[in-house]
Structure formats: structure tokens, C-alpha cells
């Protein structure tokens, strides 16, 4: 049972150049999310989606793009890359969108910078 | 925003020593979550906490939903090598909300000396 899988585990980028992260769960899970985690901060969200062709921003949505053409993937796109777009991305997803019993699963992460 | 004040912000303590950690809010929050990051890995949900006042264990992991529904703690009896990592906890400030409502703290980060 794969889970939630990310693709790649790193990447370095030129600045302005793009790139997108990509993101599949296998869980059929309604819902997805996009985080970022800097050093020494908790995870801010950057956009979610609530199911297939919906999507919504989150925390920090400035310089992302998304998209959610089916249930299983959910890319992230930065059109041009920033040195404060370096960090680690996690993208997640739960079965609703309800805290009750239906926790975050995580993908292992994406480490990107941007120099 | 919403802001969960966590502390500390890292441990160094003995295998075989217990640990404990907080996080407190000015504001009211609905839902406590713990979770534990492991190096290179996502986090992964520990112990959910849905009423004030509710203490809940998972092995040697008990968390507690503060009465006043503004603060958590999580303790981690008897630590051994693979309780090394980073450890969060998160709200949620709406009854039943979302994880697009979520509030993270910053972690805390256990090590383990030899």
C-alpha cells in the first residue's frame, strides 16, 4: 500500500525557472493538501482541494499554482522559482475533510532550492 | 493568524528518560493533534484529541486536551533510540473543520545522547 507518494525527493532550480511537484495517493481520499515546512517552523498550508476539479488557497498560496484533474494526483506548480520558495514540500490527504477521525496521511517530501 | 506556542523547542535527554512537551494557544482550540516526523519522512499522526479535558495513551505516549481547550502536552514514558525526531502538535479552532483550518507548532526536537 503505497500511501501518499512524492515525486522527486529533490531538486535544485535556477531562479525564475519552473517546476512542478508532483503528488498521488492511492486511498481514494477526497481531500488534499499542499504544505511547506521551513526550518525551525511548522507546516504552513499553501492550497488544498476538497475533490476532483476544486481547489482552494491556503496560508501562503503566493507563487503556487494547483490543479486537481482526478482523485489520485494533485501537482504543485511554481511558475517562477524564488530563493524563498526553497524548502521542504509535503504534500497530504485525509479521507474527509473533518479533524474527526480522519487524520492527515503525508507524503515523504520534496526538498527544493532555489538558488 | 492563529498562532500554537511550542516548547521546547528541542530536547536533549538520556535513553531511558521520560519527556514532555506543550503547546499552548491564546486561543480556544476545538482539536489537539500530535504528531512525529521522523528525518526524511512526513509526519505521522501519534495521538487525536477531540474533548477538553480527555487523556488519551498510545503505548508509551499519553497526551492531554488541557481543561481551559488552550493548551496540549504530550509525555513519552521510558525514551529509547527510535523516539528521535521532530515532534508536532496542531489545532483546529472549528468544531468538526478541516485540515485547511489546521495550526501547526513549530516542533519540538528530541534527541537522544548516548
Known amino acids: 500500500n503505497a500511501g501518499v507518494t512524492q515525486t522527486p525527493k529533490f531538486r535544485i532550480l535556477k531562479i525564475g525557472q519552473s517546476m512542478t511537484l508532483q503528488c498521488a495517493q492511492d486511498m481514494n481520499h477526497n ?26 488557497k491556503g496560508e501562503v498560496p503566493n507563487g503556487y499554482n494547483v490543479s486537481r484533474s482526478t482523485t489520485e494526483d494533485f501537482p504543485l506548480r511554481l511558475e517562477l522559482a524564488a530563493p524563498s520558495q526553497t ?29 | 493568524g492563529q498562532q500554537l506556542n511550542q516548547s521546547p523547542q528541542s530536547m536533549f535527554i538520556q535513553e531511558g528518560e521520560d519527556v514532555s ?18 528525518p526524511g519522512e512526513g509526519p505521522v499522526l501519534l495521538i487525536a484529541l477531540y474533548k ?40 483546529h479552532r472549528s468544531e468538526g473543520g478541516g485540515a485547511d483550518g489546521l495550526t501547526f507548532g513549530k516542533g519540538t526536537h528530541l534527541i537522544i545522547q548516548p
Not at chain 1, 498550508?45 to 476538497?50: A, E, K, M, R, T
Open chain 1, 31 to 56: 481531500y488534499m493538501y499542499w504544505y511547506r515546512q521551513d526550518p525551525g517552523m511548522g507546516l504552513k498550508l499553501i492550497y488544498y482541494s476538497v475533490g476532483a476539479g476544486i481547489t482552494d
Open chain 2, 52 to 91: 477538553a479535558g480527555e487523556l488519551t495513551s498510545n503505548g508509551r505516549l499519553t497526551a492531554q486536551f488541557g481543561i481551559t481547550r488552550k493548551d496540549s502536552f504530550l509525555n513519552i514514558s521510558a525514551s529509547i533510540p527510535s523516539d528521535v525526531g521532530i515532534y508536532f502538535c496542531a489545532g
Open chain 2, 21 to 38: 512537551m506543550n503547546c499552548t494557544s491564546s486561543s480556544i482550540f476545538n482539536t489537539w493533534l500530535w504528531y512525529k516526523q521522523d
Open chain 1, 87 to 115: 524548502s521542504v514540500y509535503f504534500c497530504a490527504s485525509s479521507p474527509t475533510g473533518s479533524s474527526y477521525n480522519s487524520p492527515l496521511h503525508f507524503g515523504n517530501g520534496t526538498r527544493l532550492t532555489v538558488t
